[in-house]
């Protein structure tokens, strides 16, 4: 892996968003849900499409923060247009868990 400058990484802006809702999207294809996320008043809210079916259900989702990139361009995921990049690792199976603040953070509150 090549290394990169601390400015480098300061151009990647990850918040905090909170997830406002959830909703299947059978047309993906690999299993997947759309996610609407509330990032404050700064950035809004944005959508986001994530392979997190494994792991997570649609009525346990709404509520729960998450982190996420929010500078990248949107990105057409079928029919549906992607405006955040929701992070996460794989479990021993590959399957996605989601990165998020241990403690209650503000919507928008900025990694560093």
């Known amino acids: 892996m090549s290394e990169i400058s ?3 990484f300061l151009k990647v802006d990850i918040r905090a968003g909170r997830i406002l ?9 690999k299993p997947a849900f759309k ?9 809004g809210e944005r959508k986001s499409s ?8 649609l009525e346990e989702l709404p509520g729960r923060m998450v982190l996420a990139v929010v500078n990248f361009p949107p990105r057409q995921i079928g029919k549906f247009m992607s405006e955040v990049l929701v992070l996460g690792v794989p ?3 590959g399957e996605v868990v989601l990165l998020k603040p241990d403690f209650e953070v503000p919507p928008g509150a900025r990694m560093y």
């Open 50 to 57: 994530a392979q997190i079916t494994a792991h997570y259900t």
């Open 6 to 8: 601390f400015d480098d």
């Open 91 to 93: 479990d021993a199976d």
């Open 21 to 29: 809702r959830a909703e299947p999207y059978p047309e993906a294809r």
């Open 35 to 43: 996610l609407w996320l509330d990032f404050g008043a700064e950035i």
